[in-house]
């Protein structure tokens, strides 16, 4: 097949770990992987941010990175872009008459809306990822919600006139019924993990002779490290280890950076506590392996990428119970989940595992083969291709 995949703020090719890089990043980049290693032909539209990217980037065998033309070619935020979501999709819709796709999968809403407009001139069948919703954004947030006013109804609209939603856990499901998207629109088929680059074997970072527990995340309020500090020193002889942000040298100038070290120091855990910037995608794994466990402790959560790199390199969770955790992280097998912003619940848990050798070990076994045998990115693109084939009626080939 020939798959147009829309992702319009968050470009495969990005650096992750900025305000808008994240999960969709690296959902997008490894999705388009696994399906051109099965044959497919793909082209991944996003939006020129740089005046010096190419028109075209050639993304491994059979993928090509387009840069589209919509609005200043400079960085905008994601929720500044909607005007041009308009643009996006007039000049996709031209791309098509050559790229000629079977099916166009958008990832986040505002891509389902450039990706409905240029299939109305063009016939092609849509399929929708939203990876973020609206109304768990606003829930949350509040009058910190930055997200264009009409978001939602938005959602709610692309739901009912796409081919095919593809939620990415139940959580999200649940919340697409309530806002009036019909459940038999829907398939269920999560993201994946890299388990080539993320499994057990392999080097770890140095380790400090404390048990380290790992938290990984763009240093955002809702990752819950706050509360990680807050419960530390109940959590006596380890440190904590988080991984994300902006790079290293940036850490001293970056205001919550600094607001999360004057916290540690507050709660006079600040020689357990490490804050490591950015680190270079190559390196995750080795940091996923020097930890005792991870700690993925969100307000909320779409999906939640990190707990499945954590289990593929063999390293129990404890989680909060939001979002896509529980549908990844099987409570008392693959780790623990606790409720979000439960501070004596996730510390018992914290000191639990990490007294509990055995636990671990147990955990970190069970980890490793739910991440291989459910979510690795070659049995998530077949399960994505079968939905491709139902909307542009294909045959769909067994394996």
Same mark, same amino acid.
């Given at each position: 097949?020939?798959?147009?995949?829309?992702?319009?703020?968050?470009?495969?090719?990005?650096?992750?770990?900025?305000?808008?890089?994240?999960?969709?990043?690296?959902?997008?980049?490894?999705?388009?992987?696994?399906?051109?290693?099965?044959?497919?032909?793909?082209?991944?539209?996003?939006?020129?941010?740089?005046?010096?990217?190419?028109?075209?980037?050639?993304?491994?065998?059979?993928?090509?990175?387009?840069?589209?033309?919509?609005?200043?070619?400079?960085?905008?935020?994601?929720?500044?872009?909607?005007?041009?979501?308009?643009?996006?999709?007039?000049?996709? @819709?031209?791309?098509?008459?050559?790229?000629?796709?079977?099916?166009?999968?958008?990832?986040?809403?505002?891509?389902?809306?450039?990706?409905?407009?240029?299939?109305?001139?063009?016939?092609?069948?849509?399929?929708?990822?939203?990876?973020?919703?609206?109304?768990?954004?606003?829930?949350?947030?509040?009058?910190?919600?930055?997200?264009?006013?009409?978001?939602?109804?938005?959602? !709610?609209?692309?739901? !009912?006139?796409?081919? !095919?939603?593809?939620?990415?856990?139940?959580?999200?499901?649940?919340?697409?019924?309530?806002?009036?998207?019909?459940?038999?629109?829907?398939?269920?088929?999560?993201?994946?993990?890299?388990?080539?680059?993320?499994?057990?074997?392999?080097?770890?970072?140095?380790?400090?002779?404390?048990?380290?527990?790992?938290?990984?995340?763009?240093?955002?309020?809702?990752?819950?490290?706050?509360?990680?500090?807050?419960?530390?020193?109940?959590?006596?002889?380890?440190?904590?280890?988080?991984?994300?942000?902006?790079?290293?040298?940036?850490?001293?100038?970056?205001?919550?950076?600094?607001?999360?070290?004057?916290?540690?120091?507050?709660?006079?855990?600040?020689?357990?506590?490490?804050?490591?910037?950015?680190?270079?995608?190559?390196?995750?794994?080795?940091?996923?392996?020097?930890?005792?466990?991870?700690?993925?402790?969100?307000?909320?959560?779409?999906?939640?990428?990190?707990?499945?790199?954590?289990?593929?390199?063999?390293?129990?969770?404890?989680?909060?119970?939001?979002?896509?955790?529980?549908?990844?992280?099987?409570?008392?097998?693959?780790?623990?989940?606790?409720?979000? !912003?439960?501070?004596?619940?996730?510390?018992?848990?914290?000191?639990?595992?990490?007294?509990?050798?055995?636990?671990?070990?147990?955990?970190?076994?069970?980890?490793?083969?739910? @991440?291989?045998?459910?979510? @690795?990115?070659?049995?998530?693109?077949?399960?994505?291709?079968?939905?491709?084939?139902?909307?542009?009626?294909?045959?769909?080939?067994?394996?």
């Amino acid at each position: 097949m020939r798959i147009a995949m829309i992702s319009e703020h968050a470009s495969p090719l990005a650096s992750l770990g900025g305000v808008d890089a994240g999960g969709q990043n690296t959902h997008v980049a490894e999705l388009a992987a696994a399906l051109a290693a099965d044959g497919h032909e793909l082209r991944v539209y996003t939006r020129q941010d740089n005046p010096d990217l190419p028109a075209v980037v050639p993304m491994g065998d059979r993928i090509d990175v387009v840069h589209v033309p919509a609005g200043p070619p400079s960085i905008l935020p994601k929720d500044e872009l909607l005007p041009h979501m308009g643009a996006f999709a007039e000049w996709m @819709a031209e791309d098509w008459k050559d790229f000629a796709p079977d099916v166009a999968h958008a990832h986040f809403w505002m891509s389902g809306l450039a990706a409905v407009t240029a299939a109305r001139r063009s016939g092609v069948p849509v399929v929708q990822t939203y990876h973020a919703l609206g109304s768990v954004k606003q829930r949350h947030q509040g009058a910190a919600d930055t997200s264009p006013a009409h978001r939602i109804g938005y959602e !709610r609209q692309l739901g !009912r006139v796409v081919d !095919r939603v593809v939620v990415q856990c139940q959580d999200e499901q649940r919340e697409l019924v309530l806002l009036g998207v019909p459940r038999a629109r829907m398939t269920l088929v999560p993201s994946g993990v890299n388990v080539d680059r993320f499994r057990k074997d392999g080097p770890a970072a140095e380790r400090s002779g404390r048990q380290r527990i790992l938290s990984v995340g763009r240093l955002v309020p809702r990752k819950g490290f706050e509360e990680l500090i807050n419960v530390l020193p109940d959590v006596p002889g380890a440190e904590l280890v988080i991984a994300g942000g902006p790079d290293a040298a940036e850490l001293a100038t970056d205001a919550y950076a600094q607001w999360l070290l004057q916290l540690a120091k507050e709660r006079g855990v600040d020689d357990r506590v490490r804050l490591l910037g950015a680190v270079p995608a190559h390196r995750m794994p080795e940091w996923y392996r020097s930890a005792d466990l991870l700690a993925a402790t969100p307000w909320y959560e779409p999906f939640g990428l990190t707990p499945l790199e954590a289990m593929a390199c063999g390293v129990p969770v404890v989680a909060t119970a939001v979002g896509g955790l529980p549908d990844t992280v099987v409570d008392g097998v693959t780790g623990d989940l606790v409720p979000p !912003r439960d501070p004596v619940g996730l510390g018992q848990a914290l000191r639990r595992l990490l007294a509990d050798q055995p636990r671990r070990l147990g955990y970190a076994a069970a980890a490793v083969d739910r @991440a291989v045998h459910a979510y @690795a990115w070659p049995q998530i693109a077949a399960r994505m291709s079968a939905v491709y084939a139902s909307v542009a009626s294909i045959p769909a080939v067994v394996a």
